[in-house]
């Protein structure tokens, strides 16, 4: 869709049907595997990419819509800020609230990131401490493998303000969702055991690092019997990724980035926040002239400033209905597709993937042979490092440390986490198994990988 005028008639909310559309497409509309191929031409050649799940990919059609908002706001800024950008914005948000079943569009809101969102919600718990609202020693719920960033603004909104913090402890690997489940409420039966009222609980909906899906419905209706004032879904990847329907899943606050499993160029996320009185009161921490006016609003304007990753969501949603099943359909094939790699590198190498293959998202966390005796997050990054320097192959790599574990008795210790988006091929994989199978071949330890 071109950003002309005449496309504004539809920022109303009243022809949002864009589901439906998809339906429609003939099978000749369906994307084909070279024009998948020329999409992603951008990306560097040669190079196995395997972490989609840090920063995204944008195909070469977006970036030249993306392009063409920066020109049309360029060309005439006045007219663009006075006559377009609002109606565009909520455009996008009205695509995003039918996407993510919301009831009402103004319960969402598009801000540049998950560690925005993070602020927002956490900047209000922040207040709460320091209005008198809540005492010294209230708590907030979180995972041990939360997102750093996000384990910092806990820090600085939470802690620093007097209150405390249960932490939930996930086993690694994983066998079952019931672990999951068995770890938060035995955390949240001690919180309250010392006496803790537990204003906010933060759950990931795909942790980072290690890689699950966390049964986060059951674990919202846990919050809700045991009395947690307020859930928030870090749902970084999830949107693409895992199905997203809000009102099933119950929180108060839910974000998802758009620039990871999504195709939105960097970058931009929805934040979600379910009416309530307290909606009033939850503000973007960049304050500009929209403030008090209700956080969707607020947020689509905080200065003078790049838009256009918000503005292409509606020619994102068509390129994703070039793909059979639209996003469903692209989160199920890549979900089944890394699976699959990631049985063919744990029988490669002899190991086992971290979780039943039904937790896994588009992302496995794959075991690496002992034999490479990665034994601290330091080794970890330095294999990352050798892989991308000297064999062109872009994965993260988690080190999972074992209680009682003795130098040398053969326990995996280190896990690929490999995702897959729809660019990625076989070989990217087989890339990957053979730089692993050479390194325990030549008798590597990651002790004697030094940093590049
Ligand atoms: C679980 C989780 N939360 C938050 C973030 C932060 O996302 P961003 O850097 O886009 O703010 C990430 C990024 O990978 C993540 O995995």
């Known amino acids: 869709m071109e950003p002309t005028n005449d496309d504004d008639h539809r920022a109303n909310g009243s022809d949002h049907n864009h589901l439906a559309k998809r339906s429609k497409l003939s099978s000749s509309a369906l994307v084909t595997d070279s024009e998948i191929r020329a999409e992603f031409a951008h990306h560097q050649s040669g190079i196995a990419r395997i972490n989609n799940g840090s920063f995204g990919s944008c195909p070469s059609s977006i970036i030249a819509a993306q392009k063409r908002w920066q020109l049309h706001f360029l060309q005439q800024p006045d007219d663009f800020f006075f006559n377009h950008l609002q109606k565009r914005i909520l455009h996008s948000r009205t695509i995003i609230k039918d996407l993510i079943n919301a009831e009402h569009v103004d319960e969402v809101s598009l801000v540049d990131n998950a560690t925005t969102a993070a602020a927002i919600v956490l900047q209000h718990v922040g207040w709460a401490f320091a209005e008198g609202r809540f005492q010294k020693g209230d708590a907030v719920v979180m995972l041990h493998c939360a997102f750093q960033a996000v384990k910092k603004s806990i820090e600085a909104y939470v802690t620093r303000a007097g209150g405390s913090v249960i932490v939930v402890h996930l086993p ?80 108060d606050f839910y974000v998802s980035n758009l620039h990871k499993w999504f195709f939105c160029p960097p970058s931009v996320a929805f934040l979600y926040c379910r009416k309530s009185p307290v909606s009033p009161d939850l503000h973007h921490p960049v304050v500009s002239h929209e403030y008090g006016n209700g956080l969707a609003i607020e ?154």
Not at 367 to 373: C, D, E, H, V
């Open 172 to 251: 690694f690997p994983l066998r079952s969702e019931e672990e999951i489940v068995a770890e938060f409420r035995k955390a949240l039966a001690k919180g309250k055991a010392n006496g803790k009222k537990v204003r906010l609980a933060i759950i990931d909906h795909i942790t980072s690092m290690p890689c699950v899906v966390v049964p986060v419905r059951d674990l919202v209706k846990i919050c809700r019997e045991e009395g947690v004032e307020r859930v928030f879904v870090d749902a970084a990847h999830a949107i693409g990724n895992v199905h997203v329907d809000v009102e099933e899943i119950g929180a």
């Open 299 to 452: 947020s689509a304007w905080i200065g003078t400033r790049d838009y256009s990753s918000q503005l292409v969501i509606p020619e994102v949603l068509e390129f994703i209905n070039r793909f059979e099943g639209g996003i469903e359909g692209i989160r199920m094939r890549n979900h089944n597709a890394v699976v699959e790699m990631g049985q063919m590198l744990a029988t490669a190498w002899g190991t086992a993937l971290g979780c039943p293959p039904d937790m896994c998202p588009s992302m496995a966390m794959v075991g690496l042979p002992a034999s490479l005796r990665i034994l601290s997050d330091n080794d970890a990054l330095n294999l990352r490092t050798r892989l991308r320097g000297h064999f062109g192959i872009e994965v993260p790599i988690h080190y999972q440390e074992i209680k009682d574990f003795q130098d040398g008795d053969g326990c995996v210790t280190g896990y690929v986490r490999i995702s897959h988006q729809v660019y990625n091929t076989v070989d990217d994989y087989l890339k990957l198994k053979d730089a692993i199978l050479q390194l325990v071949h030549e008798g590597v330890t990651c002790k004697m990988l030094s940093p590049e």
